[in-house]
């Protein structure tokens, strides 16, 4: 079955008032920068986002945060060098956090993609990032169960796609990409390249068509760190 392909304003067309969108990327690395612009063009607000931090700059995702569409975050690392559009509106009150260790944050959104509700981890187990969670001794050890991380949407960064929404990414670009795919109800890819069935080796598929709903041809994508180093902003 081959995914539809469309531009970026019709593909996050769907995006509604108050969904959980993921996003791929660490740092820039792998942040779908004409996706997220596409969605503050979109105009959705009152969003959960997942992503390892809380957006760079003011361009991607901290200019959707900017914009006052985001009520919450869910990430791991909220305080890079340059994050002002979070820090303020935090601050001031207006954006919720979930702080999430990193690996959790990758585990809680591979076991929504795996069907696992749930799982014991030690980290974070006895400190206040466990409080209002199930703790439980396993063989002498304290463990703290973390649920499952889904999403309405997932916005995804990939090198190159198939038809059938087969992907490959380049080299760290992959990061969070794919399992935020399997992770959410729709997954959105932007893909520098979009090629015909079969154009992809299958020995080097690294998310299955099966996790991908929508493409979009980005052929010569933005890099995040460039766009901050510039002083770049969107809108």
Known sequence: MTKPVMDAAEAVAPIFDGATVMISGFGGSGAPIELVHALIDQGA????????????????LAALIREGRVDKVICSYP??????AFTER????????????????????????AG???????????TELAEGKE???IDGVLYVMERWLKA?????????ADLAG?????L??????PIMCMAADTAIVQAREIVPMGGVDPAVVVTPGIFVDRLVKVAAPAQEELLVNAGASYP
Do not use: H, W
Not at 79 to 84: N, Q, V, Y
Not at 152 to 160: I, N, P, S, Y
């Open 172 to 177: 760290s670009a992959r990061n969070f990409a």
């Open 79 to 84: 305080r890079t060098s340059d994050a002002r």
């Open 152 to 160: 309405d949407f997932a916005l995804v960064k990939a090198d190159c």
């Open 135 to 137: 703790q439980r001794e």
């Open 45 to 60: 607000k009152g969003l959960t986002v997942v992503n390892n931090n809380a957006g760079t700059g003011m361009v991607g």
């Open 90 to 113: 935090y601050l001031a009150g207006e954006i919720a956090l979930e702080l999430v260790p990193q690996g959790v944050l990758a585990e809680r959104i591979r076991a929504a993609g």
């Open 116 to 126: 696992m509700p749930a799982f014991y981890t030690r980290t974070a187990a006895g």
């Open 166 to 170: 087969n992907l490959t990414y380049r």
